[in-house]
């Protein structure tokens, strides 16, 4: 058996043997304040129902209360299950484009913020699908590694700007190799890449890399 907080078990032992001493302690001055105002022979007929019995009886509940107390929040275990489940959530992947032209304000506040402002209406709508971040311009970077923790990706969506990447220009295809890299696995389902930019592929072949990434049961939006 192990305890998720072992740090209690030695509050256990500790709170057992205060309790303890202190039972011990409280009988001995009962006594000795009995025995000086009240001959001993009358002790017995002055506290008829407070007899050491019941008092033990009182001192071991109390005790026994506070270990179990304590049990408790030591969390006990006894091992783990294996349980199978089938997998109900996709894998998506949103690539943004962080070159210079998506600080432009045609729409405001501008390109790059009304992006992040779509994804995070996205997240919103998410159930138990994982979902990763790529900044991309002339060459690509994972952000933000597939994960369910929603709150951990919003932080990385946030801080994406125009100069996460220093390289300039729009390789859509470098985005779309970036998203096959992370998706490796013979799997050939729940596997969405979402590019967002605003335009052409100007360093390398998107189409054709998007073809092979469709092979590869990757479904490109863009």
Known sequence: MEFANSQYIALIYASTAVLALFYIWAMMRRRTLMERFTDKSLIGSMAPTASALMRAFKCAVIMTAAVLALIALARPQWGFIWEETKRSGIDILIAIDVS????????????????????????????????????????????????????GFLLALDDLSVGTIPRGGTSISGAIKEAMSIFKGPDKKY?????????????GDALKTAKEAANLGIKVYC
Request: charged fraction near 30%; aromatic fraction near 6%; proline fraction near 3%.
């Open 100 to 151: 210079r032209s998506m600080l432009a304000t045609d729409v405001k506040p501008n390109r790059l913020e009304r992006s992040k402002f779509a994804v995070k209406d996205l997240v919103k709508k998410l159930d138990g699908d994982r979902i990763g971040l790529i900044a991309f311009s002339g060459t690509s970077f994972l952000q933000c590694p597939l994960t369910i923790d929603y709150n």
């Open 191 to 203: 596997k969405v890449l979402v590019i967002i930019t605003d335009g052409e592929d100007l360093e």
